[in-house]
């Protein structure tokens, strides 16, 4: 009976230890190789969900960076036309005579020629660096970038291709090229009016010399004005050219100065105009700003900036900001000696400089320094981008904010005043 128990016991511990083995190798190991796998394949989705989440802000910032491009290369080529027709000229001065009043007798387009721009130093290297270099001569075959230049209205050359040679109508100027456009102008007017027609001839954003100038007095005391206009621009086929127009409406009824070239200057004169003038005019603003609805892609940058009454240089200072939230912008403002002073700046850009460290000299139009901010009213509920601008006025003059077409349920635009005297209207 011993014996039979015994083998018994013995029977049942094989049997535990026989159930115990196949369960370790047949369910237990290949189960935890399976949880060992799965942790992998845990860590190597997140790992490709963090790179994705990166490259994601990539693309976002390349959309955004495309944006800002786009806006800047539109404004490039309203200050540099990428071609400009008989027609454009035509529209442009018989808009000039109709606001000004100035009758022209003669208009003669010259063909355009391109501007020829040395090099410091035209060596034989140089001249092969600057052959290898020629876009006529550059075959452009990725697709992504081919893709991108047909976003900005940029059509890339291909090599040896006749497209990348296509001539102007009117011209012989070959794309990317520089070139000057001259018109030959004979002209009859009153002082007054050869004063607005140049009042007005300033407004056009377009890069526009005057030269050669003759004026003498007529039998009827009216002007006869002989001169020379040059239109600069860079030439490109693929993009289109709206035509010349005035940056702003411009309602300079009494213009200042003299009443006659052939006269004294007389400053008591100009300065009741002045008066008389700033009393009759509409606000002008000295900085204006723009915000619309974030998009992908090559739409338009949220946030444009720009100042209007600098003192120095021809040109509009204009910085962008894109951001489908809240783009942070700020605007500074001092006074020294009787001077005024200004810096602006958004997420990605500054003005005067990148570093945010200069001031420009500005001279404000009225007693007032004035911002206008055109806003736009929200598309949906996912639209959330907006401005957040911060002032900080050091002057003795006070700021003036309008803001104008904002949406009066969710604000597109919020003014944060650093110091200074700062009011805001909301129009």
Do not use: H, W
């Not at 939230?325 to 005067?352: D, M, V, W």
Request: net charge neutral; with cysteine; glycine share 4%.
């Amino acid at each position: 009976m011993e014996s039979i128990t015994k083998n018994r016991k013995t029977l049942i511990i094989t049997f535990v230890v026989l159930i115990i083995a196949l369960y370790i190798f047949m369910i237990a190991v290949p189960n935890i190789r399976s949880i060992s796998t799965l942790k992998d394949d845990i860590k190597s989705i997140k790992s490709k969900y963090e790179l994705s989440t990166v490259y994601e802000e990539k693309l976002s910032a390349m959309d955004s960076e495309k944006s800002v491009l786009a806006e800047k290369l539109l404004k490039l080529r309203l200050i540099y036309p990428p071609k400009i027709q008989k027609s454009d000229i035509y529209v442009l001065f018989n808009k000039l005579s109709e606001v000004s009043g100035v009758k022209f007798t003669n208009l003669n387009i010259v063909e355009a020629q391109e501007v020829l721009i040395p090099t410091e130093d035209q060596t034989s290297s140089s001249n092969k660096d600057n052959e290898a270099l020629d876009p006529e001569k550059i075959n452009i075959t990725d697709i992504k970038i081919k893709k991108l230049s047909q976003e900005l209205g940029i059509q890339p050359p291909d090599s040896g291709s006749e497209s990348s040679k296509v001539l102007d109508s009117t011209s012989n100027i070959a794309d990317g090229k520089p070139y000057v456009l001259s018109v030959q102008l004979k002209s009859i007017g009153t002082d007054a009016e050869y004063k607005e027609f140049f009042s007005q001839l300033a407004f056009i954003p377009g890069r526009i010399n005057i030269k050669k100038y003759d004026a003498t007095v007529g039998e009827n005391g009216k002007l006869n004005v002989q001169f020379t206009l040059d239109f600069y621009g860079i030439k490109d086929n693929a993009a289109t050219f709206l035509g010349y127009y005035p940056e702003e409406s411009q309602n300079s009824s009494s213009p200042l100065g003299k009443s006659s070239i052939f006269k004294p200057y007389d400053e008591s004169t100009a300065e009741e105009k002045n008066t008389s003038s700033e009393k009759n005019s509409k606000i002008t603003y000295d900085f204006t700003m723009r915000i619309v609805p974030f998009g992908n892609r090559t739409a338009p940058a949220t946030l444009s900036f720009s100042a209007r009454s600098l003192v120095l240089g021809n040109t509009t200072p204009l910085i962008f900001g894109n951001n489908e939230n809240i783009e942070s912008a700020e605007l500074y403002l001092s006074e020294s000696q009787g001077k005024y002073f200004c810096k602006y700046k958004t997420q990605k850009e500054a003005f005067p400089d990148l570093k945010y460290s200069g001031l420009a000299e500005f001279k404000p139009y009225g007693s007032s320094i004035a911002v206008g901010i055109d806003s736009t009213k929200r598309i949906s509920n996912q639209d959330k981008a907006g401005l957040k601008l911060k002032i900080f006025n050091n002057t003795s003059k006070p700021v003036s904010v309008e803001v104008l077409n904002d949406d009066t349920n969710s604000r597109r635009v919020k003014i944060e005043k650093g110091s200074g005297n700062i009011n805001v209207l909301y129009k």
